[in-house]
């Protein structure tokens, strides 16, 4: 098949020279030797070789490759869309002197130089391979659940070695377990827990009257109302995080997480402006969210089986556990006048996931900083941020908002 992925490029910068230095054939050796062994391999003096002595080069003066690796390494390196390889570009991926660009992995340069010509792929799909550990499969399986191109879905496989592994989904939800049996014990209750007098009087928990504790914008997420809110939250966190974690890494799937979190409980404290936050659900939110719309935007090029039930589903657990948020929002507080905790912060972890979630999960291996949409979205959450802390320190005063008691 063919595949003009920019992706392609992406993935093939940061590996070939990882690849190149694990053969004898090394940028270190002097470019004349680079020539002798190149001409050994072009019969005809043409200044190019095919790719399939390209292959032999690598086969002859090398270790032995995984496939994909090769694979993904000849589709960066056949720029003419001919199949074949010419000296000055075999010189170019394997040079001292663009050793530096070529490590910069992400980076556009070196991946428009890549998209004059196409890269060809061999038809072998990554679901054919057998005799796969559980530990392997389970990262096939990922694969195909999160990225759309099978050269992305290979480099993928190829790479992961569960180190590190998914951690900050697993810490996040370890740590909001052990809060909630915490107060589950403090308050013998573990239904609608919210409904207890001594529930908002901890450190964590968002409250309009104590929003000058900056932190309580983001610790909030450590509670949750009940076993019922907990339950659904940390299902979608496990089985729609881990795997973006998996693929994307903590650092960017932590800041679609975060973003979605501060943007919740800011949400909250400017549509919301009398009412307390807790719940992961911001953060939730917009990982999924994220996914999904990352999911539809591609889906003729996502493999996961059964995805259409699968996004319904999706889709009936995040409406069940927003029409929860809702009913409880407006139920009767047990201690006026102090409302129930607002549902405006799942709002707010939508809106992050279908902008910054979405530039995120859709430029896998590629740098951020060099799209212009991450920007674009990444300036109108600042702003909004900004807006949100303007609003807090000036608005309630200005607008005489009648705030319950402390608690």
């Not at 090769?70 to 390196?77: D, F, G, K, N, Q």
């Not at 089985?239 to 997480?257: C, D, K, N, Q």
């Not at 995040?318 to 047990?334: I, T």
Request: proline share 6%; net charge neutral; aromatic share 12%.
């Amino acid at each position: 098949m063919v595949n003009s992925s920019p992706a392609v490029a992406a993935h093939a910068e940061g590996e070939e020279i990882e690849v190149l230095e694990s053969t004898n054939v090394l940028p270190v050796a002097p470019e004349d030797q680079w020539k002798s062994l190149f001409d050994k391999y072009d019969q005809e003096n043409s200044g190019c070789i095919s790719t399939e002595r390209f292959r032999d080069l690598l086969a002859a003066h090398g270790s032995e490759l995984d496939p994909h690796k090769l694979e993904v390494l000849l589709a960066l390196a056949d720029i003419n869309a001919d199949g074949k390889i010419c000296y000055q570009d075999f010189v170019n991926l394997v040079s001292s002197a663009d050793e530096l660009e070529v490590r910069n992995k992400r980076s556009n340069s070196f991946r428009r130089a890549i998209l004059q010509g196409s890269r060809q792929l061999r038809n072998s799909a990554l679901r054919e391979e057998v005799g796969l550990g559980l530990s392997r499969r389970l990262v096939r399986h990922v694969a195909y659940e999160t990225l759309p191109r099978e050269v992305d879905r290979k480099w993928y496989f190829d790479s992961y070695n569960y180190c590190p592994p998914p951690w900050l989904m697993l810490a996040i939800t370890i740590a909001e377990v052990i809060v909630f049996m915490y107060y589950g014990l403090q308050l013998n209750r573990w239904v609608l827990q919210v409904s207890s007098p001594y529930f908002l009087k901890g450190p964590l928990p968002y409250h309009p009257q104590l929003r000058a504790q900056a932190w309580r914008y983001l610790s909030y997420i450590f509670m949750h109302a009940g076993i019922e809110h907990l339950g659904l939250n940390m299902a979608m966190q496990l089985l729609v995080g881990v795997p973006l974690e998996m693929v994307h890494g903590a650092l960017r799937i932590g800041l679609v997480y975060v973003c979605g979190v501060l943007a919740g409980s800011l949400a909250v404290s400017v549509a919301d402006m009398t009412a307390p936050v807790v719940g992961s659900s911001g953060g939730v939110y917009a990982l999924v969210s994220a996914h999904l719309a990352n999911v539809v935007m591609n889906w003729s090029g996502m493999k996961c089986q059964f995805k259409l039930f699968r996004m319904a589903m999706a889709l009936v657990c995040m409406s069940v556990e927003f029409g929860r948020a809702v009913w409880l929002r407006f139920y009767p507080p047990a201690f006026p006048p102090c409302p129930n905790p607002s549902f405006v912060a799942h709002l707010g972890g939508v809106a992050v996931g279908l902008t910054l979630g979405i530039v995120v999960l859709q430029n896998y291996e590629q740098r951020l900083q060099e799209q212009s949409l991450f920007w674009i979205f990444f300036s109108v959450y600042t702003l909004f941020i900004l807006c949100g802390i303007f609003w807090n320190i000036f608005a309630y005063s200005l607008l005489d908002v009648k705030l319950p008691p402390p608690p």
